[in-house]
T-cell receptor, first 110, second 113 residues
């Protein structure tokens, strides 16, 4: 069975500072990994995905994530955040079905 | 990519009533997914809707409570029946892209009083 753990429920960070949102997964087989963002009063939008190949994946809005098989992690990073990045971020794994993490609320402070 | 429209975007309903949520996709898709997102929580898959067959429900969800229709390859409805305050959630319609990513509608925010 697969599972996803997002260790931080909330992450406050000042504007223009770097941020890392953590995601760990558990699976006995190879899975696909995703990060989604949910802005207030909207549905989820794909940020980036890892299917295979290069372990560093670049996504939209300056975000990137690194797949680390030995640590079963897929942490999301951005070198400099903006106020507009304030949102809920969900990590997900997929094999036959999607499993979503519980989300991390990123709040960017002025 | 896929563009998904959901209606209504939000509603306030009385206990014991039913509400039908509509989902329209701008392209033909085999499977459509319905998710529930309870306040402050993650997404839980309710069911998968295939055109021409009955929906497949996940553990904890039953057809009597969440009947689904899938009349064609671009449209689906989810009904939340005999609602209680515990049904207050965001309901999301979704389809899957060719490389496994999900595309979501903007959600239907339901409050049951």
């Amino acid at each position: 069975a697969q599972s996803v753990t997002q260790l931080d429920s909330q992450v406050p960070v000042f504007e223009e500072a770097p941020v890392e949102l953590r995601c760990n997964y558990s699976s006995s087989v190879s899975v696909y990994l995703f990060w989604y963002v949910q802005y207030p009063n909207q549905g989820l939008q794909l940020l980036l995905k890892y299917l295979s190949g290069s372990t560093l994946v670049k996504g939209i809005n300056g975000f990137e994530a690194e797949f680390n098989k030995s640590q079963t992690s897929f942490h999301l990073r951005k070198p400099s955040v903006h106020i507009s990045d304030t949102a809920e971020y969900f990590c997900a794994v997929s094999l036959t079905k999607y499993i979503f993490g519980t989300g991390t609320r990123l709040k960017v402070l002025a | 990519s896929a563009v998904i429209s959901q209606k209504p975007s939000r509603d306030i309903c009385q206990r014991g009533t039913s509400l039908t949520i509509q989902c329209q996709v701008d392209s033909q898709v085999t499977m459509m997914f319905w998710y529930r997102q309870q306040p402050g929580q993650s997404l839980t898959l309710i069911a998968t809707a295939n055109q021409g067959s009955e929906a497949t429900y996940e553990s904890g969800f039953v057809i009597d409570k969440f009947p689904i229709s899938r009349p064609n390859l671009t449209f689906s409805t989810l009904t939340v029946s005999n609602m209680s305050p515990e049904d207050s959630s965001i309901y999301l319609c979704s389809v899957q892209g060719s490389t496994g990513e999900l595309f979501f509608g903007e959600g239907s925010r339901l409050t049951v009083l």
